[in-house]
């Protein structure tokens, strides 16, 4: 009496992405994934499919939503950009919960981090302080979201528009441009108004930009000559 059966045990030792794979419409896995969620601010990891399954089940579930939970998804989802995933989750949420004010505010940092608005961003990031900062690494996330966007478009940046895009000045920005200039290929020019030189890619370099003809195999062109012969 009151020994578990094998089949319990093995219930038991399910993850949470197994319990999602296998019956993702369950309520009885919404507390699981609702620890989940704290799993992942704690550890600081991410899992898109399982947050996204919570989402589904509070539509199914409305007087279980949790709205810490769902603050906390989607700053996880605002650390993943230039992934969609913010936008995924929010179809989710009922328009009720999003009217809330610290759903309108990452909403606004949402639109301001698509349209490459840094200053405005973390203006606005600075309001909303005790919804961001509850999930570790999320000035990191954004700053490495911002220097995406950065390389993406400019092959030289003043030292200010960088400061403002990621947000860090003075000496720990110093700091900042050593390491990168020391491990990931930046190039600090000397003078009034530093310029950064930002490594070379296909977007801010479009020569580099291959075209259809170069990833062409020569392989398959000398098969495709007898056949046009």
């Known amino acids: ?31 699981d994934l609702e620890n989940y969620v ?11 499919e399982a947050n996204l399954c919570l989402l589904r089940l ?20 605002l650390m993943a950009m230039p992934a969609p995933d913010f936008n995924l989750c929010l179809f989710l949420i009922p328009e009720r919960v999003q009217m809330e004010e ?10 301001y981090l698509e349209t490459g608005r840094f200053r405005q961003f973390w203006d606005e990031a600075a309001k909303s302080r005790h919804v961001v ?6 000035e990191q996330a ?47 020019e000397k003078g009034q108004g530093q310029l950064i030189v930002l490594p070379r890619n296909e977007f801010n370099h479009p020569e580099l930009k291959k075209s259809a003809a170069d990833t062409v195999p020569l392989e398959l062109i000398t098969r495709i000559f007898p056949i046009l012969g």
């Open 102 to 111: 610290q759903f309108k505010a990452l909403i606004i940092l949402s639109h």
């Open 133 to 138: 900062e509850a999930v570790p690494g999320f």
């Open 142 to 188: 954004i700053q490495t979201y911002a220097i995406h966007v950065l390389s993406l478009t400019y092959q030289k940046i003043p030292r200010s528009v960088l400061a403002e895009a990621i947000n860090i000045e003075g000496l720990s920005l110093d700091k900042f441009l050593e390491h990168q200039a020391a491990n990931n290929g930046w190039i600090l």
């Open 38 to 48: 704290n799993e992942q601010v704690s550890s600081q990891t991410y899992s898109l």
């Open 58 to 77: 509070y539509q199914f579930e409305p007087d279980r939503v949790s709205t810490q939970i769902v603050a906390r998804i989607l700053v996880k989802a």
């Open 1 to 31: 009496m009151g020994r578990e059966t094998p089949k319990q045990q093995q219930q038991v030792s399910y993850t949470v992405e197994q319990l999602v794979a296998v019956n993702p419409y369950n309520p009885d896995i919404l507390s």
